[in-house]
């Protein structure tokens, strides 16, 4: 394979799309093909094919708003529909070239235009089971340019020059990253892609791996190439069986293409990936857990130093990134590193893909540059919160992030700014909240999250979610006391402090983020005795003798 | 740690002192009679660094370190003892005597517990968090020990020497977070298991988790100390 040989294949895929007249794409994310994208497009097929008319049906990856799916956008015109239904096929189908169909047309201009796609971009325009649609837009073509005329120091200097963060939530520079596993000693070393997303309301990465498999196999080689490695895993969780099977076909089409495997493109650099599925343990999304687990034991964390970077797979040097992370790689070497440091805010630069969940319009992915103010994303790209509610926090970072009060809507989202606020980046998970949550209830919820995942190993975590649980459940019942709070915060901070990794390290962020912008609604629940979202069932308090507890 | 031979200086509580380059702080302490708390760490095992008691500050970083697996560097500057540690020390014992059935009076290891020496050097006089009190089971399968997993504080010195030192390892972990618990084999009864009765994981156990049948009451003081010189041994020979 070479670069004129990749040119060919994207010239006859553009002839073989320029017989016809219109393209219908439907998506095939999990979320649409729950609401019957599945028979929608059979449906269409079937139809495209009696009417006589030149449509190609193309199945896509996620095209952003899933709560409006099953979604099919109509090109060249560009228009989509939602909520589209198998009985609508004919109708679409007979509107081409004359007038959209009535009633189906999703106006959704200011959820898209504020959005920049990096990541994205060719989610919602290709098959992702069809490695020639991905190479007809640019794919593999940076893989290939960093073979033939980059040297792998190269690489790391145009990722470095970037300025692209770990996505996966830490936001370690993945330049640096790069460059620590290049310098590890060593002929054996390994690539690893976490795509162990477990946080309750994230699903960016898997709609990459789902939308566009191939960018993150691209951006995994052109790791591989940059520190020296020739074996790479994916580690997926085997709930999203939709990926696992598009990225096992996007595999095998890579290595058939000869994009994968030995002496690639003619160089001496040999690469292959192998695919990697979780049990559903959340805690092996850690990267020391998510090593322990692809080598087949327990999915444990353990302290670092070392870092997997010095030893990691079998004791080698390895680099971990996040799905996310990979699937920027593709872009920034063929753009350059100035053009995606050009994105962003100063300290996070470029793009970051956020799920939008919880109480809002437009539920689903949305990317958007770094530091974009949230009130940006949550009022006019999330188109605000429905039903006349009014919104009251947002919870970034999953289970172990904090939730941001109404007042500081206009933080601009990057790592830091979060980070200040006392909550985290994450991957990318925003649950909004509106005047109907409790936000003892909501850490409450969170902390048995943490609980049920924490691995048991260290105690802080293991003991210490299990008692901020009971804590929280005396509150959210109406039985908690002012002491009892002060018990909390204490705990929280030793179990922050002193825990063996980041989900006990992150896990007290619920609670002490809602204890410092919601301290009125624990008094309520404690002084009260009432929820102020009317959420906890507090029974009227009735005089109890105090329990005696056996020790 | 071969290759990286050489000296390293540091301070620990204000001791200079000097330790070899791969050394742990917690080892350079201990030769220099400096006590760190230390739970799940035994000499002679591999460390896991999972109880968090041997945490320590180093200067010019806000991070606290586990002793039993940081290994020292040039210059740095440990600090053994401090409000901080001993309030997160205190929080994590009274998280361990809150999380099972920990009553000291009628268990067989009362005065031989390490867990019951740390609350005492550690000055826990009282829990404050709410006791959890767990159902949890007696396995007395075995003719010569039992397990009482209300003790256990999965530690896992157990599963360590089974499968370190004894090299049968029948003890493993199952189950997550709060609901780990220790198995022998694939969770069948220690008495049908593969064990080899060596009784190592017993001279281990640092509570009255894992206990001798014929000692009775509080007459059952443990001897973990024949790991190191066990090792030894096999080292030279």
């Known amino acids: ?551 | 740690m071969s290759e990286s031979m050489g000296v390293k200086t540091l301070i620990i509580d204000g001791q200079e002192l000097s330790a070899r380059a791969g050394q742990t702080i917690l080892e350079v302490a201990q030769e220099n009679e400096i006590n760190i708390p230390t739970l799940c760490h035994l000499e002679g095992l591999s460390d896991v660094g999972a109880c968090r008691l041997c945490l320590v500050e180093i200067k010019g970083s806000n991070k606290l370190l586990p002793a039993c697996v940081a290994t020292v560097h040039e210059g740095m500057e440990v600090i053994t003892d401090s409000e901080r540690l001993r309030k997160h020390r205190r929080t994590i014992l009274e998280l361990l005597f809150a999380e099972r059935n920990h009553i000291c009076s009628v268990c067989v290891s009362n005065g031989h517990c390490e867990l019951q020496s740390l609350a005492q050097e550690q000055g826990l006089t009282h829990i404050s968090l709410p006791y959890r009190n767990p159902a949890l089971t007696i396995d007395a399968s075995h003719e010569r020990f039992t397990a009482d997993h209300n003790r256990c504080i999965l530690c896992m010195r157990c599963v360590r020497v089974c499968a370190e030192i004894e090299g049968a390892h029948i003890w493993d972990v199952m189950g997550r977070g709060i609901n780990s618990i220790v198995i022998t084999d694939l969770h069948e009864d220690w008495g049908s298991s593969a064990c080899t009765r060596c009784g190592k994981c017993v001279q281990v156990c640092p509570t009255g988790a894992l206990f001798d049948k014929s000692k009775i009451g509080s007459d059952h003081p443990k001897y973990p100390d024949f790991l190191p010189y066990l090792n030894l041994m096999r080292e030279a020979r």
């Open chain 1, 1 to 551: 394979m070479t670069i004129e040989e990749l040119e060919q294949i994207a010239k006859s895929v553009s002839q073989e799309n320029a017989k016809y007249d219109f393209e219908v794409n439907v998506c095939m994310d999990l979320a649409c093909m729950s609401q019957g994208a599945d028979r929608l497009r059979e449906a269409l097929e079937k139809t495209a094919e009696a009417s006589g008319k030149k449509v190609l049906i193309r199945r896509t990856g996620c095209m952003g708003p899933c709560s409006s799916g099953p979604l099919v956008r109509v090109d060249p015109d560009e228009l989509l529909y939602h909520h589209v239904k198998d009985t609508n096929a004919e109708a679409i189908v007979g509107s081409l070239g004359g007038e959209p169909v009535q009633g189906l047309q999703c106006d959704l201009n200011e959820h898209f235009d504020k959005q920049v796609r990096v990541v994205l971009e060719n989610a919602g325009h290709i098959d992702p089971e069809k490695i020639d649609d991905y190479i007809s837009r640019d794919g593999y073509k940076a893989l290939l340019t960093a073979l033939t005329e980059m040297t792998p120091n190269g690489v790391i200097h145009r990722i470095t020059e970037s300025g692209l963060r770990g996505r996966g939530g830490g936001g370690y520079p993945t330049g640096l990253k790069w460059g620590t596993v290049a310098k590890a000693a060593g002929e054996l070393k390994y690539v690893v892609c976490n795509g162990d997303e477990g946080d309750p309301g994230a699903f960016m990465d898997r709609s990459v791996m789902e939308g566009d498999p191939h960018r993150v196999i691209e951006g995994m080689a052109i790791a591989a190439y940059a520190v020296g490695a020739n074996k790479g895993f994916i580690y997926v969780r085997a709930e999203y069986p939709i990926a696992v099977s598009r990225l096992t076909t996007a595999l095998r089409e890579a290595r058939r293409r000869g994009l994968l495997g030995n002496n690639i493109c003619n160089t001496p650099f040999c690469f292959d990936v192998e695919i990697r599925l979780g049990a559903g343990a959340f805690v092996c999304g850690e990267e020391t857990a998510l090593l322990a687990s692809i080598e087949g034991r327990r999915g444990t964390p353990k302290p670092r130093p070392p870092y997997p970077a010095v030893s990691g797979l079998w004791g080698k040097p390895t680099l971990i990134n996040n799905v996310e992370t990979y699937a920027n790689i593709a872009p920034i070497v063929r753009n350059g590193g100035k053009w995606f440091a050009g994105m962003g805010s100063e300290r996070s630069k470029g793009t970051k893909v956020f799920a939008l969940t919880g109480k809002i319009t437009n539920t689903g992915l949305v990317e958007v540059p770094m530091g974009i103010k949230l009130r940006e994303i949550i009022e006019v790209i999330g188109g605000g919160v429905p039903d006349g509610h009014t919104f009251k926090a947002v919870q970034t970072g999953g289970p172990s992030g904090g939730c941001i009060p109404a007042e500081m809507l206009d933080l601009g989202v990057s790592y830091d700014a979060l980070m200040a606020v006392g909550s985290i980046m994450g991957s990318g998970g925003m649950i909004v909240m509106d005047d109907t949550s409790c936000m003892v209830n909501v850490a409450r919820f969170f902390v048995e999250f943490c609980m049920t995942e924490s691995c048991g190993k260290c105690i802080p975590c293991r003991a210490g979610t299990a008692q901020m649980f009971t804590l929280l459940t005396r509150i959210c019942e109406g039985k908690g006391t002012m002491e009892d709070l002060d018990l909390l915060v204490g705990l929280c901070q030793t179990i922050k402090e002193t825990s063996l990794c980041g989900l006990g390290m992150t896990a007290p962020n619920p609670v002490l983020s809602t204890i410092k912008y919601f301290k009125n609604e624990y008094i309520e629940h404690i002084v009260h005795k009432r929820c102020p979202a009317g959420v906890c069932n507090i029974e009227a308090p009735v005089p109890e003798a105090p329990m005696e507890v056996l020790a």
